[in-house]
């Protein structure tokens, strides 16, 4: 997808990346994993509100948020076990679009049901901007923004359907993104509906 001119390049945008056949053993790979790290609800740093969006990681490192502050960590926050490693699948996907020599250490699953959202926020609790951001898509389509490096500034919205795929590197690594909202029932990938969002991130320095 080609995005107008006022934003930055290294915004990639690969619809249907993934068959539905792909989408089915990857949804079954993902169950089994989240039994060994079940998602958990974060909260927001101070005031201790609770995200939208439950989520869990897989990786050496993950992502948690709560009123400590943003973070990655090695451990589960609730059992204090590891986190599952990063399937074959997911790290095959980073090698064939990612750019980047160095592997991926985390990747945060976010669970959304049809009234979840997540507002414009910039990825840049990593040590490693020079490494891209890749998402996947999977099961309920959701209207995604895009913005600049500055907040406040001019935004377009696209549909991100189920086997989708972004990557937000070189200029556009610390473009604000977000999610508007979740069309619920626009796809039966996931047993219960919603929507699972699997982002591939790399955190210390290369």
């Not at 990786?59 to 589960?76: E, I, M, N």
């Not at 020079?130 to 600049?148: H, K, M, Q, Y």
């Given at each position: 997808?080609?995005?107008?001119?006022?934003?930055?390049?290294?915004?990639?945008?690969?619809?249907?990346?993934?068959?539905?056949?792909?989408?089915?053993?990857?949804?079954?790979?993902?169950?089994?994993?989240?039994?060994?790290?079940?998602?958990?609800?974060?909260?927001?740093?101070?005031?201790?509100?609770?995200?939208?969006?439950?989520?869990?990681?897989?990786?050496?490192?993950?992502?948690?948020?709560?009123?400590?502050?943003?973070?990655?960590?090695?451990?589960?926050?609730?059992?204090?076990?590891?986190?599952?490693?990063?399937?074959?699948?997911?790290?095959?996907?980073?090698?064939?679009?990612?750019?980047?020599?160095?592997?991926?250490?985390?990747?945060?699953?976010?669970?959304?049901?049809?009234?979840?959202?997540?507002?414009?926020?910039?990825?840049?609790?990593?040590?490693?901007?020079?490494?891209?951001?890749?998402?996947?898509s999977l099961g309920d389509t959701a209207v995604f923004r895009l913005?600049?490096?500055?907040?406040?500034?001019?935004?377009?919205?696209?549909?991100?359907?189920?086997?989708?795929?972004?990557?937000?590197?070189?200029?556009?690594?610390?473009?604000?993104?977000?999610?508007?909202?979740?069309?619920g029932g626009s796809s039966s990938l996931l047993k219960d509906g919603?929507?699972?969002?699997?982002?591939?991130?790399?955190?210390?320095?290369?």
């Amino acid at each position: 997808m080609q995005l107008n001119d006022s934003f930055p390049s290294g915004f990639q945008y690969l619809p249907g990346y993934f068959s539905a056949e792909q989408q089915k053993e990857m949804t079954g790979l993902l169950r089994g994993l989240v039994k060994a790290a079940p998602l958990f609800t974060p909260t927001m740093p101070r005031t201790g509100k609770p995200f939208s969006v439950r989520m869990t990681n897989l990786g050496t490192l993950g992502w948690v948020s709560d009123r400590a502050g943003y973070r990655y960590q090695p451990h589960h926050p609730q059992s204090g076990t590891p986190w599952p490693a990063i399937p074959d699948v997911l790290l095959d996907l980073w090698r064939h679009v990612g750019q980047c020599a160095a592997p991926p250490e985390a990747c945060l699953v976010n669970y959304y049901n049809s009234t979840a959202k997540m507002g414009m926020h910039q990825d840049r609790d990593e040590k490693a901007f020079e490494a891209p951001v890749i998402s996947v898509s999977l099961g309920d389509t959701a209207v995604f923004r895009l913005g600049g490096t500055k907040r406040g500034g001019p935004t377009q919205s696209m549909k991100l359907s189920s086997g989708d795929v972004i990557v937000l590197g070189g200029d556009a690594r610390l473009c604000y993104h977000g999610i508007d909202r979740i069309l619920g029932g626009s796809s039966s990938l996931l047993k219960d509906g919603g929507r699972l969002n699997l982002t591939l991130r790399r955190v210390s320095p290369l």
